[in-house]
């Protein structure tokens, strides 16, 4: 059935009034802790400012897992990994995966941020010819470490690159993202089993678990839980944390890899548009396109964050 | 003393997966960033020697083959050029999307390996036929697909595939195999290869099949009818320039494979009809499942035998 709220609205990029993203970069790497963390704070604040508007501009997009990741993403680019735009073909760079790939805006938003790309590509998103299509795609993007879109397809290849590390006895790690409602694909479950046996120490699973997924409640849809159990019996390191809060995502990805020597699952707490207070935790904000007042609306809270 | 019909010569079959994993380990010996990946078939790819060898780069994740073609691709990210293995109705059709999304759409530099392809299980039944295959890959973008006629050509295939530097998928023939390919051949993608030179029809086989289309030529030379036959081991790229020469200078071309006739029957009928309307027959399987028995004995079957060829060269003969 389609309702009146599923239509996308017409909207000319060009007439959508946007901010030129700020970029802020990497962390400093003298800053306290205090500062890091104010620093990712304010960036992920701009990212999210940027993300409604690229949203709002291409009609379509899926805001409401991007705003639950968001806080992830930007810890990771611009502290917590061990990749910047000139290292793109180290060998020992960090990777990262965005298994969900439909948070692409996400994910765009923060790579420009990190200086991966230009601020101004972010115009073309999902635009006829651009290189930033709706899902991110490795052959497009050079920071792109692989093309996702289908569910269950990052976690394998993360796994894989995992691999490969520990076969040349490196210190790189690989850092994917899954969604909790993605964990309803199998192929994932094979991938963790392969992690979980093969002690790939280096790899760091974080699962957006923002409770939601395209139609309802994941524990309405297929139940997950006892997630952080089931992880934990195929072999990983389990670490739960607020997804939302810099400095203990920081604490967290500063301890990859474990001491034990298992691969890490993090289970990010996190809701799916936050923090918009009518988007959090609201499933019908999925891949629902924000109105000019509701972005309004949107970036004056976001102001007041 | 009886008249006896059999070659001066006995013709010795060879089961592909030798040359492959010989090849494979030459490759590995001198480039560390080779790998295995594998769904609990090492025995299957014929990969012992390459574990013995190799233990720490045969990366087996079970029988998971989205996990298997999905940890191929991150191989490749992290550096390796991965081999991944399985017998090629699992591999294809379990992990169509990953071969897809990770290999074909990503561009990764993987080669995967269908062991034992065609009818080759065949009394196991359809579900262990990869006969789909060639006709599921052939529309992927950015893959190439290869179809290796003996051992010679698949270890040539492979050797190319090693340094291909995008995703190549290898048909593997379990079914011996008699030598075609001549000596000092070298593989090259996208090219047919003329085995016997012919003008009134044109045979172009792959794989297991290119065997049988020689011994059509030496029926239809018979009849006194020369028949042109090539081998076609890359089903993509296609090799049009060779398709085009065999439909000007001869009657029509006979396609022959163990497969679909919706594989390299399909991609030549697609080629030729928009440039060169051409008369065309298809040998191999048609719109059906295979019925239980040996391989051999499907093949006659589905009339991918010298008969089969012969009859259908006849069609297009007797229509000039």
Known sequence: ?305 | MTATTAPATPVSLHDCRDAWVTALIELAEADDRIVAVVNDSVGSSKLAPFQERFPERLVNVGIAEQDMVGVGAGLANGGKVPFVSAAACFLTARAMEQIKVDAAYSQHHMVLIGQSPGMAYGELGPTHHSIEDLAWLRSIPGLTVIVPTDPTETAQAVRWAAGAGSPVFIRVSRMGVPDVMPEGYRFEPGRAVQLREGNDVTVVATGTAVARALAAANLLEAQGASARVLAMPTIKPLDGESLLAAAEETAGIVTVEEALTSGLGGAVAEYLSTRRPTLLRFVGVPDTFAPTGPVEWLLDHFSISAEGITSAAREILDRR
Request: proline content about 5%; charged content about 20%.
């Open chain 1, 1 to 305: 059935m389609t309702t009146t709220e599923d239509l996308v609205p017409h909207v000319d990029a060009q007439a959508v009034p946007h901010d030129t993203l700020t970029v802020l970069g990497r962390v400093p790497a003298d800053a306290t802790r205090e500062q890091a963390v104010a620093h990712l704070v304010e960036a992920a604040r701009l990212v999210r400012r940027r993300d409604i508007e690229m949203v709002r501009a291409a009609g379509l997009g899926h805001i409401g897992g991007e705003f639950s990741v968001i806080d992830v993403l930007v810890t990771l680019y611009l502290q917590a990994m061990n990749v910047s735009p000139g290292q793109l073909d180290d060998p020992e760079r960090d990777r990262f995966i965005l298994s969900k790939g439909h948070a692409a805006a996400a994910l765009y938003t923060t790579l420009a941020m990190a200086g991966f790309l230009e601020p101004s590509q972010l115009e073309t998103f999902m635009q006829p010819q651009s290189q930033l299509n709706g899902h991110p795609a490795r052959t497009k993007i050079a920071a792109v470490e692989a093309s996702t879109g289908p569910l269950g397809h990052g976690l394998p290849i993360a796994v894989g690159t995992a691999f490969a590390g520990k076969l040349d006895g490196s210190a790189r790690r690989t850092f994917v993202v899954v969604g909790d409602g993605e964990l309803q694909e199998g192929s994932n479950w094979e991938a963790l089993m392969t992690a979980g046996n093969h002690r790939l120490s280096h790899l760091c699973v974080v699962v957006d678990r923002n409770r939601l997924q395209q139609g309802a409640r994941v524990a309405d849809t297929n139940d997950l839980e006892p997630l952080a159990d089931k992880l934990a019996a195929f072999g990983l390191e389990v670490v739960e944390v607020d997804g939302h809060d810099h400095g203990a995502l920081l604490d967290v990805f500063a301890n990859v890899p474990a001491a034990s020597g298992k691969p890490t699952a993090v289970i990010a707490h996190t809701m799916k548009g936050h923090p918009i207070s009518f988007m959090s935790d609201n499933v019908a904000w999925h891949h629902k396109v924000p109105s000019a007042d509701q972005v309004a609306q949107a970036l004056s809270e976001l102001e007041q964050s």
